[in-house]
């Protein structure tokens, strides 16, 4: 199975911050990956997908970027909102999809 | 409204079989772009997926469980039902259901992109 290891796995930030959160995957992923956000107590939310398509209503400052194995997501000016867990995830290795192993977003 | 119910017990016992339907609604279960997953967390820890229905059908397995697992859909009820036997506390997780969408836009467009509540299912004696 293809793993994908996020970095880093938790990180401190304060409102109006640039965060960066980055995904390795364990071989060439094309750009078959896709981030999430997920709050306490609720499901996992669709950001991103292949790589850089923001979903229909995310927030403009959400964007990612990256291509084969390395992979980042940057929020440009952080939130009260975004402090949350985020995850990549790869569907390249269909039918083995994989997810990292999340990276928590606290407050500074 | 693309919704995604999930139901199921919240408590098992180990050796125990474990069913969860999530009946889904504002999308059909025969469209070509999309299908239905199913993907756990356990407390405090990462999301784990387990299953795969598509719309024609095929059935996919996370490798180290397909022993255990089956997905199953009616589709003219809306339902896809994931069964796991011989359940063991360390099975003990939070088991949502997804669906997963193509996006035509994108070829490599491929993700979860509407999810259900979860449902918290503990295992134990």
């Known amino acids: 199975d293809i793993r994908l290891t996020q970095s880093p796995s938790s990180l401190s930030a304060s409102v109006g911050d640039r965060v960066t959160i980055t995904c390795r995957a364990s071989?060439?992923?094309?750009?078959?990956l896709n981030w999430y956000q997920q709050k306490p107590g609720e499901a996992p939310k669709l950001l991103i997908y292949a790589a850089s398509t923001v979903q229909t209503g995310v927030p403009s400052r959400f964007s990612g970027s990256g291509f084969g194995t390395d992979f980042t997501l940057t929020i440009s000016s952080l939130q009260p909102e975004d402090f949350a867990i985020y995850y990549c995830?790869?569907?390249?290795?269909?039918?083995?999809?994989?997810f990292g192993g999340g990276t928590k977003v606290e407050i500074k | 409204q693309v919704t995604l119910k999930q139901s199921g017990p919240e408590l098992v016992k180990p050796t125990e079989t474990l069913t969860l339907t999530c009946s889904v609604s504002g999308f059909s279960l025969r469209n070509a772009r999309m299908g239905v997953s199913w993907i756990r967390q356990p407390p405090g820890k990462a999301l784990e997926w387990l299953a795969h229905?598509?719309?024609?059908?095929?059935?996919s397995y996370k490798s180290s469980l397909k022993d255990r697992l089956s997905i199953s859909k009616d589709t003219s009820e809306s339902q896809v039902v994931l069964t796991m036997t011989n359940m063991d506390p360390a099975d003990t997780a939070t088991y949502f259901c997804a669906r997963r969408t193509r996006f035509r836009a994108v070829v490599s467009g491929d993700a979860f992109d509407m999810w259900g509540q979860g449902t918290m299912v503990t295992v134990a004696s």
């Open positions: 995830q790869q569907s390249f290795g269909h039918p083995q999809l994989t």
């Open positions: 229905i598509s719309a024609s059908d095929e059935k």
């Open positions: 071989l060439d992923i094309n750009n078959f």
